[in-house]
């Protein structure tokens, strides 16, 4: 199986700046991309970012120029820099794999963290 696991999350004031990140482990067969995802309370899931195994990225348009998503391939690692952060950024991120497991190396599946909080507020 592949686990993903999140850290990095908390409470900041308006403006400031919070790092996630995201460790992806177990059989790991192949990565297509990963990502981070929020759902904020009584909304649904939304893509927030996302990078490719060769370093395309993709930006909702509510974080772009704020938000910056960066990938260490060789330790199968996913950073979500967050800058200029505003109330409404306020929700649990998830970290997201696409790929496949050593089991079914043929078969991809889209891999979830537990989600960490963040929550913006003075």
């Known amino acids: 199986q592949v686990q993903l696991v999140e850290s990095g999350g908390g409470l900041v004031q308006p403006g400031g700046s919070l790092r996630l990140s995201c460790a992806a482990s177990?059989?790991?067969?192949?990565?297509?991309?990963m990502g981070w995802y929020r759902q904020a309370p009584g909304k649904q899931r939304e893509l927030v970012a996302a990078i490719t195994s060769g370093g395309i990225t993709n930006y909702a348009d509510s974080v772009k120029g704020r938000f910056t998503i960066s990938r260490d391939n060789a330790k199968n690692m996913v950073y979500l820099q967050m800058n200029s952060l505003k109330p409404e950024d306020t929700a649990v991120y998830y970290c997201?794999?696409?790929?496949?497991?050593?089991?079914?190396?043929?078969?991809?599946?889209?891999?979830w963290g537990q989600g960490t909080q963040v929550t913006v507020s003075s």
């Open positions: 997201n794999l696409y790929g496949s497991s050593r089991s079914i190396p043929q078969k991809k599946y889209d891999y």
């Open positions: 177990g059989s790991i067969f192949s990565i297509y991309h």
